[in-house]
């Protein structure tokens, strides 16, 4: 990291799984974390898990389909910690995986979207121009490969096209604040074991959260609007 001051980051989904990982590998490198997430009670039992960081760690309650709460986050992390530099989207659902992509109904890719895409939209525009007024910010967007247009199967079709749309706001974003200090970026963690990716996967949280932590510190001559598996570029 290129800063003078602790770095601040919030991140969504953070009482499990990579969301929390990730939080934890933040508190490791010397930022102050707000770990969000729907459920206040299981946030702060998460957060327990952490060890001790004293005020560098605090938990808020966002829903990230429920605009009033993301807003209330902001408002509440600014009372704690003063301000956002680093934003973390990794909150997601994967609903209809095995479902062929007619048999889904329009509700569930709307629900889908909903967490996936409209979600970090709302975060974003809760949190990011705030960043951008201050010349300095770090966006990262939880992706998946299954978004990925290059290999795109007919595997969980809501999910996957959330991601690619995802990814295609991830590029808009960067763009658009490609001169403000702002390094927006997706990441495919792989497949990981947490509820989402089962007892099968082959990679440990700390395989999984290690790109989206690098690309949440990143110098301020990292990569702008890419997609990375493992800290390397990969295919849309
Ligand atoms: P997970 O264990 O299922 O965790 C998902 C997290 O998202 C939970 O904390 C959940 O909170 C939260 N969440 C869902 N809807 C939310 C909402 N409306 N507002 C706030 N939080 C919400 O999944 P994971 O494996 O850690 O996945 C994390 C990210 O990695 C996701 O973006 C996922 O698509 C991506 N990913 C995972 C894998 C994998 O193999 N695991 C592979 C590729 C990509 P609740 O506890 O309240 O439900």
Not at 70 to 96: E, M, S, T, Y
Not at 149 to 166: D, E, H, N, V
Not at 178 to 198: C, H
Not at 221 to 227: H, I, L, R, T
């Amino acid at each position: 990291m290129t800063n003078e001051r602790t770095r601040v980051a919030i991140v969504t989904g953070a009482n499990r799984g990579l969301g929390l990982e990730t939080s934890r590998q933040l508190l490791s490198q010397g930022l102050k974390v707000a770990l969000s997430g729907r459920d206040k009670d299981a946030l702060d039992r998460a957060a327990a898990t952490l060890g001790s960081h004293g005020d560098r760690v605090m938990t808020v309650r966002m829903d990230v389909v429920d605009v009033g709460s993301i807003k209330g986050a902001q408002a509440a992390v600014k009372r704690v910690f003063g301000h956002v530099d680093v934003l973390v989207n990794n909150a997601a659902v994967l609903i209809a995986e095995n479902d062929a992509v007619l048999s889904i109904p329009s509700e569930t890719y709307r629900r889908t979207f909903d967490t996936n895409v409209f979600g970090v939209i709302e975060v974003c525009r809760v949190f990011a121009p705030a960043m951008a007024d201050a010349g300095y910010g770090r966006i990262v967007n939880v992706s998946s490969g299954a978004g990925q247009l290059a290999t795109m199967s007919g595997y969980a079709p809501a999910y996957s096209m959330s991601k690619t749309a995802l990814n295609a706001f991830t590029r808009i974003l960067a763009h658009t604040y490609q001169a403000d200090g702002v390094l927006v970026n997706a990441v495919d963690p792989g497949w990981v074991r947490t509820d989402m990716g089962g007892h099968s996967a082959p990679r440990s949280l700390r395989e999984g959260a290690d790109t989206i932590v690098w690309l949440a510190t990143l110098p301020d001559d990292g990569p702008n609007g890419g997609f990375f598996h493992d800290r390397h570029s990969i295919a849309w």
